[in-house]
């Protein structure tokens, strides 16, 4: 085995964690959540990662209040449901694993009415094409009090997340939701102090760090999953990200998960490989949104070819402008791979398709070492999936998934 995917599988520290190696089980949408509460699925799902050997598995969009919420099934992080986040917890703990919650709120990218105020809001008023066909078609700007409110329900859900004993949490501002949309000069188009330069558009993630950090203490681990690009032209670009990087640093963060894409726009340019979109059309449930994605969805869920560490060259490019761990994330799908991103200093690995189709994936390393490669084919049904009774799962081990 090489000194780099040796050095892998060793533990390693996370500000004040220690993990008992570099590997991460990255955020992907479970869709275990019914009524918006952790279900039996959900415990599972990650007590296998830690069962599996991973050091760090992560809770997928864990929504900071409840018009932070995309749809009605995702968890918000609230008291009503602290026993069964202990649970989760004691779970992953009792396997040898640790586990962080992935902090996020929608914006105006949402299919999900809002409880006090008329419609969803982002950085500005736009139309909000996830909800056009579900009665919420355009998004609102937020104004003060919107800012003031949702930076003190990051903190509210980050105190929830350190009682109910998560080991660290990542902050979600990639991928087109409400930290992101601030972030992205495609998104934001306010003419305040959240707006036009990075540094203004950055004010209102640096102020939810800010609060997050005081909420949870100094030496509990905060990551951020930042986007390298949005994946379009007129979208943040890897220039703007690495200053945006360098920004969290000095604020800090204590690691960057990095990705791509958004979600609502360009959602292939993070998965790479086959379109779900087949899979996805018949488990809408909206039938003028099952229309619309049967007609146009190609546009935004194009087969895009996949190639082994899509996402390194940009990653390069934040590796030299920060010194803060770096997470890498994107197209690892073989033990060569792993010691190459080792070796270009990235201090972690995340994993998300690989693991979703074999959650033994770390203690086969150890044995396999070299010649490990990932039996993932990049379908991406995985995606579609998550619309399941039972949430997310690899349809490679479940070939009747979408019979």
């Given at each position: 085995?090489?000194?780099?995917?040796?050095?892998?599988?060793?533990?390693?520290?996370?500000?004040?964690?220690?993990?008992?190696?570099?590997?991460?089980?990255?955020?992907?949408?479970?869709?275990?959540?019914?009524?918006?509460?952790?279900?039996?699925?959900?415990?599972?799902?990650?007590?296998?990662?830690?069962?599996?050997?991973?050091?760090l598995t992560t809770v997928a969009y864990c929504g900071v209040s409840p018009d932070g919420l995309t749809f009605p099934d995702q968890m918000w992080m609230h008291a009503g449901i602290f026993p069964q986040l202990q649970r989760l917890t004691a779970v992953v703990h009792g396997e040898g694993g640790a586990i962080s919650a992935q902090l996020a709120?929608?914006?105006?990218?949402?299919?999900?009415?809002?409880?006090?105020?008329?419609?969803?809001?982002?950085?500005?008023?736009?139309?909000?094409?996830?909800?056009?066909?579900?009665?919420?078609?355009?998004?609102?700007?937020?104004?003060?009090?919107?800012?003031?409110?949702?930076?003190?329900?990051?903190?509210?859900?980050?105190?929830?997340?350190?009682?109910?004993?998560?080991?660290?949490?990542?902050?979600?501002?990639?991928?087109?939701?409400?930290?992101?949309?601030?972030?992205?000069?495609?998104?934001?188009?306010?003419?305040?102090?959240?707006?036009?330069?990075?540094?203004?558009?950055?004010?209102?993630?640096?102020?939810?760090?800010?609060?997050?950090?005081?909420?949870?203490?100094?030496?509990?681990?905060?990551?951020?999953?930042?986007?390298?690009?949005?994946?379009?032209?007129?979208?943040?670009?890897?220039?703007?990200?690495?200053?945006?990087?360098?920004?969290?640093?000095?604020?800090?963060?204590?690691?960057?998960?990095?990705?791509?894409?958004?979600?609502?726009?360009?959602?292939?340019?993070?998965?790479?490989?086959?379109?779900?979109?087949?899979?996805?059309?018949?488990?809408?449930?909206?039938?003028?949104?099952?229309?619309?994605?049967?007609?146009?969805?190609?546009?935004?869920?194009?087969?895009?070819?996949?190639?082994?560490?899509?996402?390194?060259?940009?990653?390069?490019?934040?590796?030299?402008?920060?010194?803060?761990?770096?997470?890498?994330?994107?197209?690892?799908?073989?033990?060569?791979?792993?010691?190459?991103?080792?070796?270009?200093?990235?201090?972690?690995?995340?994993?998300?398709?690989?693991?979703?189709?074999?959650?033994?994936?770390?203690?086969?390393?150890?044995?396999?070492?070299?010649?490990?490669?990932?039996?993932?084919?990049?379908?991406?049904?995985?995606?579609?999936?998550?619309?399941?009774?039972?949430?997310?799962?690899?349809?490679?081990?479940?070939?009747?998934?979408?019979?």
């Amino acid at each position: 085995m090489s000194p780099q995917l040796h050095g892998l599988l060793q533990p390693a520290r996370l500000a004040g964690l220690e993990l008992r190696n570099r590997l991460i089980k990255t955020a992907t949408f479970e869709g275990m959540c019914p009524g918006g509460v952790p279900g039996e699925d959900l415990i599972r799902h990650h007590a296998a990662m830690a069962r599996g050997g991973v050091g760090l598995t992560t809770v997928a969009y864990c929504g900071v209040s409840p018009d932070g919420l995309t749809f009605p099934d995702q968890m918000w992080m609230h008291a009503g449901i602290f026993p069964q986040l202990q649970r989760l917890t004691a779970v992953v703990h009792g396997e040898g694993g640790a586990i962080s919650a992935q902090l996020a709120h929608c914006g105006y990218f949402s299919r999900n009415r809002p409880l006090n105020i008329p419609r969803p809001r982002g950085p500005s008023a736009c139309i909000n094409q996830y909800g056009l066909f579900s009665g919420i078609p355009v998004g609102g700007a937020m104004d003060a009090s919107d800012i003031g409110r949702t930076v003190a329900e990051y903190a509210a859900a980050a105190s929830l997340v350190r009682d109910a004993g998560f080991d660290a949490i990542e902050i979600h501002m990639g991928h087109g939701y409400l930290l992101s949309q601030f972030i992205s000069p495609a998104l934001n188009h306010r003419r305040d102090a959240y707006g036009g330069s990075l540094d203004n558009r950055m004010r209102l993630p640096l102020q939810v760090l800010t609060a997050v950090r005081g909420a949870v203490g100094r030496d509990f681990p905060l990551l951020a999953k930042l986007n390298l690009s949005d994946g379009f032209k007129a979208g943040l670009q890897i220039e703007e990200a690495c200053q945006a990087a360098r920004l969290l640093e000095q604020a800090g963060l204590d690691a960057i998960v990095m990705s791509g894409g958004l979600v609502s726009r360009t959602p292939m340019f993070l998965f790479r490989g086959a379109s779900p979109l087949k899979q996805m059309v018949p488990l809408e449930k909206n039938p003028l949104q099952r229309t619309a994605m049967k007609w146009f969805g190609g546009a935004s869920f194009p087969d895009l070819p996949f190639e082994e560490l899509y996402f390194l060259e940009l990653a390069r490019q934040m590796r030299r402008t920060v010194d803060m761990p770096l997470v890498y994330l994107g197209g690892v799908a073989s033990a060569e791979g792993m010691a190459q991103v080792a070796d270009e200093g990235f201090e972690f690995l995340a994993l998300g398709r690989a693991l979703l189709h074999d959650p033994e994936l770390p203690k086969r390393l150890q044995h396999e070492g070299e010649t490990w490669r990932s039996a993932c084919t990049h379908c991406n049904q995985c995606v579609a999936s998550m619309g399941l009774p039972g949430g997310i799962r690899c349809v490679l081990n479940e070939p009747t998934a979408f019979a």
